[in-house]
């Protein structure tokens, strides 16, 4: 990624405090993120006890507060980014800074722990997936997703998405994508049965983004956000997924 006069290499964190001013941007370099956070969001099932706790790993800025609004938990946002943690804490995330592989949180601490889009980021996925179940409760809830370690997944995801104006360019390393059938073995090993389906943006409200983008550019002061897009189940797990699983226990 090449920002503010320095090049940075592939998924470097630096890269979110340079775009700390996109994360809340609707039609912003992380558009996609909200889009994802909403359907991750609809995984998770109103807080099954009071002070139930939700632990989010890789929380960003915490796009993922505004749809659990109402469910009932305590949000708790881990993440490396100080920038990010800040608006994190806005949006009223209790937020702690650490990494996803050694998480300062007690074992069994929460009944719901949410992993969205960070496996793909970090370099020893399995450790965070051995921190994400060591987290939950028995019985608690794993949300997650993530990019499948394919060649499709390579091609649509850094190939092509990033010649278009909508991912910024070197934010994935296509080496840290995470094999699903890997993944569900991973978790099995930790307690947790995960159940994945593929998922992606609806053809017609990403067109309609894509059209709004290539209009706007990157105007920070563009009012017309229009409808995000959804994103919507698919039948290959080829490119991005969601899982779901339970830990036993």
């Not at 019985?139 to 991912?167: C, H, K, M, Q, Y």
Request: hydrophobic share 45%.
């Amino acid at each position: 990624m090449r920002d503010a006069g320095r090049t940075l290499p592939r998924n470097d964190p630096r890269q979110y405090d340079d775009l700390a001013g996109e994360w809340w941007r609707p039609d912003g370099a992380f558009a996609m993120l909200h889009w994802l956070a909403e359907a991750r969001a609809a995984l998770v099932p109103p807080a099954p006890r009071p002070d139930a706790l939700l632990v989010d790993l890789g929380c960003g800025a915490g796009l993922l507060a505004p749809h659990l609004a109402g469910k009932g938990y305590r949000h708790v946002g881990v993440d490396l980014t100080r920038s990010a943690l800040a608006q994190a804490a806005e949006h009223g995330v209790t937020v702690v800074q650490g990494d996803a592989t050694a998480v300062p949180l007690a074992d069994g601490c929460a009944d719901v722990v949410a992993a969205g889009e960070l496996l793909e980021h970090v370099p020893d996925w399995r450790a965070a997936v051995a921190e994400a179940c060591r987290l939950l409760r028995p019985g608690g809830l794993l949300v997650l997703d993530t990019l499948n370690d394919t060649a499709l997944s390579r091609l649509l995801a850094v190939r092509i998405a990033e010649r278009l104006p909508t991912v910024p360019r070197g934010i994935h390393d296509p080496r840290l994508f995470v094999d699903a059938r890997a993944l569900v073995a991973e978790c099995e090993r930790h307690g947790v049965r995960l159940r994945l389906r593929g998922v992606r943006p609806a053809i017609g409200g990403l067109l309609g983004w894509l059209l709004r983008r290539m209009r706007d550019g990157n105007r920070p002061d563009a009012t017309d956000a229009g409808p995000p897009p959804r994103i919507v189940p698919t039948w290959s797990t080829a490119v991005l997924y969601q899982g779901r699983g339970t830990r036993s226990g």
